[in-house]
């Protein structure tokens, strides 16, 4: 006999106060819940076992053609042969010297001992001017930044109008890009925009619609996600004061210590699935065509695999860290990520002797469906 799954609101003024208190709560309390949105998944092995299951959870949960997260196998695996060469080692070694200079050049003209906000002081510019450096977009780092504030302000408004309308923004200016790469031709090669108008699948060139799909996959969630994970790893240090003199000595631990950062606080929050047939999870049975959020942020604090969620252990925890996913949609993104975290981080920690919450201004959360901070007012030394 299959249970009811219970009910919440996910974007109850309650649960957005406070999203990781509330999905620790809901963890504690089932494996799962149903809102008029879909069922979300709580815990770290329903969440990871859906993800490593695209024959029963279905990516392709979206309208909206998205190459390659929203697409199943078998077709799947030809595009991500097509697009993780593009995170290959030697390409982010031969682009960390000129992100590395732009870290450099943002920490540098930062003031101190005055209040720094660092989403928008550092996070924001930082991830649009690494992106457009990678992508051979310079030039257009403003206009990616008022995107980036109107692409938030829709989000948080909840009005679907407003946000369909920001994502034809963005994509006019990826459209805008690819016109601009043709016309400068072999000038332009060698970034990444002009290797996809010069890519073939399947013995044919890319439809424009699908290299805008993989540009706006590449950009449009990287920048924000980007400052957001900047806002968390700069506030951890800011209040975890042993931690940063740990990483000050020893720096070689940024990227693990980075990865475990997020753990605690994933500003990643959910990825959306299909059910393609019924599936049973404990007591409760979800029919075919359910639609299911994988909620990373939860799977991620859960007490049965991390013990304390909050506990800062890198290496323990390392293995089980869920905050670039699992499976064969994991992030592809995750070495150019990783290689722009520890940069920029690493260009903080050295430019400074200290960094400390400001004295007399709070940190903001974001809400749904963005997680971390909003904004994190620090102050260096």
């Not at 009005?159 to 043709?182: E, K, P, S």
């Not at 400068?184 to 013995?203: K, N």
């Not at 990373?296 to 049965?304: K, L, V």
Request: charged content about 20%; glycine content about 6%.
């Amino acid at each position: 006999m299959s249970k009811p799954v219970p009910a919440w609101e996910p974007l109850s003024a309650e649960i957005l106060a406070d999203q990781l208190g509330a999905y620790d709560r809901m963890r504690a309390a089932g494996a799962l819940a149903r809102s008029p949105r879909g069922v979300t998944l709580f815990r770290h092995a329903d969440v990871a076992a859906a993800a490593r299951d695209p024959q029963t959870y279905s990516s392709a949960a979206t309208e909206r053609r998205a190459v390659p997260n929203a697409i199943d196998p078998p077709e799947h695996s030809a595009w991500r042969a097509l697009t993780d060469p593009f995170f290959a080692p030697a390409r982010m070694a031969a682009l960390e010297p000129r992100v590395r200079t732009i870290a450099e050049a943002i920490v540098g003209a930062l003031p101190r001992g005055a209040n720094v906000d660092a989403v928008s002081r550092i996070g924001a510019p930082f991830a649009v001017r690494a992106q457009t450096e990678w992508l051979g977009w310079q030039g257009i780092e403003d206009e990616l930044l008022a995107w980036m504030a109107d692409s938030h302000a829709a989000t948080r408004s909840g009005d679907r109008t407003r946000t369909a309308a920001t994502a034809a923004a963005f994509d006019a200016i990826i459209r805008a890009q690819l016109r601009r790469h043709r016309a400068r031709g072999p000038t332009a090669a060698g970034d990444p925009t002009s290797a996809l108008l010069a890519a073939t699948f399947g013995g044919q060139p890319l439809d424009e619609a699908d290299i805008v799909s993989i540009l706006r996959n590449w950009t449009a969630g990287d920048l924000a996600s980007m400052a957001a994970a900047l806002g968390v790893v700069v506030w951890f240090l800011a209040t975890h004061p042993e931690v940063q003199q740990e990483l000050r000595q020893r720096p070689a631990g940024l990227a693990m210590a980075i990865d475990e950062m997020l753990r605690i606080d994933d500003p990643f929050l959910v990825n959306r699935r299909v059910t393609t047939r019924a599936v049973r999870i404990g007591e409760h049975e979800l029919a075919a065509g359910t639609r299911v959020y994988l909620n990373w942020s939860s799977a991620n604090r859960d007490a049965a695999v991390f013990g304390d969620p909050d506990a800062y252990r890198p290496e323990q925890n390392a293995p089980h860290n869920l905050v670039y996913g699992t499976g064969i949609h994991a992030c592809p993104g995750r070495p150019l990520a990783t290689m722009e975290l520890v940069v920029a981080v690493r260009a903080l920690l050295q430019a400074t002797q200290r960094i400390e919450p400001a004295p007399d201004a709070a940190p903001v959360r974001e809400t749904y469906p963005l997680g971390g901070w909003s904004r994190v007012p620090v102050r260096l030394g």
